[in-house]
């Protein structure tokens, strides 16, 4: 997995609560993982939802809902005809200012790129 360009935040001291929405296509690219990376000194506490990864139905009621580390690879999977959208939240303490960066991936190799497109959003809220 890769480091994000536009998802990635300086965060100083203090508690926040992040919400990334990603719009992934892949057509038949099949599924895509992420992880965050962090430097400075940070407690995170991952809520991960979206397809499960053998889905390639956004129809589907095939679907994570995990609490996971924030270094653990979550894969989901990707509707073949357009665009899935996947939500991760975040619940972070800043003890140590430094930078929170979102990782990611094509799950499986293929030659239809995965993509991260412009509709992701996300919003970095300080509660604190």
Known sequence: I??????????????????VWLHLNG???G????AWA????????????????????????????????STTEQTYGVDTTGATVVKEELLVIVDVAGTLTLQWAQ?????????????????VVSVA
């Open 107 to 123: 799950g499986t190799s293929s030659a239809t790129a995965t993509s991260v497109t412009t509709a992701s959003r996300a919003w």
């Open 27 to 29: 057509l038949e690219a």
């Open 38 to 69: 962090n430097t400075g000194t940070m407690t995170i506490a991952r809520s991960s939802f979206g397809p499960a990864a053998a889905t390639t139905d956004r129809e589907s009621t095939l679907m994570v809902t995990r609490g996971n580390t």
């Open 2 to 19: 890769q480091n994000d360009d536009d998802f990635s935040w300086s965060l100083a001291a203090g508690t926040y609560l992040v919400f």
């Open 31 to 34: 599924d895509f993982k992420c």
